[in-house]
């Protein structure tokens, strides 16, 4: 072997082309990258970091935990004791492999994990990805929520949860407000150098979530998502008040999203007004509805905000009487020295100007 290639930085290098994990030809750069790792010793550990930077599914990560099967032929399997030891060589092995992982993809009903092996991994306390970085979560049952503290870690800055509609429906357990709580803030808890968020929870109201201390609580790391940048919420109109309650408390949120899917005949609360030191930070938003939703989300702000960019994303085709409650909303809210685009997207198609001379560019559209 050529000296050079024992100089990390020159190695990396190589391997990066060879790994090249964007475009069609990621099969088989794994598949190259795989076999790297196998030449030699140098190679090897350089190589695994690509292997298993970024991985689309969890399975591959539990392959590599020691387990006992009690039947043959059965899916039933327990983590083996070893790891109850934090220094033994089993558990040192995992963790070697594990915490190469950046970037883990987890969609539960499309690898379901055995109840079992959950229960194991949770009283063992064994975090799965103890370095991951961007975590994109599907759940949908209860097991999969009281997995997801496995997989976070306070170098994680990256979440995107969606709650799957198994969970309201067909695996739905008694306390599942309560899981559904104790899931979020175990990310706001667990994760404080979050720069990104986003949920979608279609189906049902949203618990309260304070990152406030409340009374007779123990603890609460007061940090816990203040360094939130980016977020964003996909939920029905009866979420409409936590999720801007939450939203008031961070104090570095620069870009917001919330796009709500109203049911039939559902009502939609009026949230409560921010008080004047909330959304300071705030440069970019992002809201969906109908105008009605998306002026009572206006509502809530305070005035002068230092917004330079909304997208509206108005649902079907509406009236100009709707366009300007809309409008009216946001040029409330948004100073005028700092608002610099306004975005409607709507299956109306004009072009107009506010009278401080903002333009607005509404584009056609299909109906959401």
């Avoid at 690898?111 to 194991?120: A, F, G, V, Y």
């Avoid at 946001?330 to 306004?342: F, M, R």
């Amino acid at each position: 072997m050529h000296r050079a290639l024992a100089i990390i930085e020159l190695l990396t290098h190589i391997l990066r082309e060879v790994y090249n994990d964007e475009g069609p030809n990621l099969r088989q750069g794994v598949k190259d990258i795989a076999r790297v790792s196998q030449v030699c010793k140098t190679f090897r550990d350089p190589a695994l970091d690509f292997l298993w930077r970024n991985i689309n599914s969890l399975l591959p990560l539990l392959r590599l935990l020691p387990l006992d099967i009690r039947e043959e032929h059965s899916d039933t399997a327990r983590l083996s004791k070893a790891l109850w030891d934090m220094q033994s060589p089993e558990r040192q092995r995992y963790i070697s492999i594990s915490s190469r992982v950046r970037t883990l993809s987890f969609s539960e009903p499309r690898e379901p994990i055995h109840r079992s092996l959950i229960n194991d991994i949770v009283e063992y306390n064994i975090f799965l990805t103890p370095r991951v970085d961007v975590l994109r979560l599907r759940i949908s049952s209860e097991a999969g929520l009281r997995l997801l503290p496995a997989l976070l870690t306070s170098e994680t800055t990256d979440i995107s949860l969606s709650l799957d509609e198994d969970l309201y429906i067909f695996d739905r357990p008694k306390d599942l407000d309560d899981l559904i709580e104790s899931a979020y803030m175990s990310i706001f808890q667990r994760a404080p150098n979050l720069v990104r968020f986003s949920a979608v929870d279609l189906h049902e109201a949203l618990p309260s979530l304070s990152l406030t201390k409340a009374p007779g609580q123990d603890h609460l790391n007061i940090a816990c998502l203040q360094s939130l940048t980016h977020a964003a919420f996909y939920i029905t109109a009866v979420s409409l008040p936590q999720v801007l309650d939450l939203t008031s408390q961070l104090h570095k949120l620069e870009d917001l999203t919330i796009q709500v899917c109203e049911k039939p005949f559902e009502e939609i609360p009026r949230p409560s007004p921010c008080t004047p030191e909330t959304f300071r930070s705030l440069k970019n938003v992002t809201f969906g509805g109908s105008p009605d939703v998306i002026s009572r989300i206006c509502s809530v702000f305070p005035a002068n905000r230092t917004i330079q960019s909304a997208i509206l994303r108005m649902h079907g085709l509406y009236t100009n009487a709707n366009v300007a409650l809309v409008l009216s909303g946001i040029v409330a809210a948004a100073s005028k020295e700092s608002l610099q685009k306004i975005i409607m997207t709507s299956v109306c198609s004009q072009e107009t100007t506010l009278p401080n001379g903002i333009p607005i560019r509404s584009t056609p559209t299909n109906s959401c």
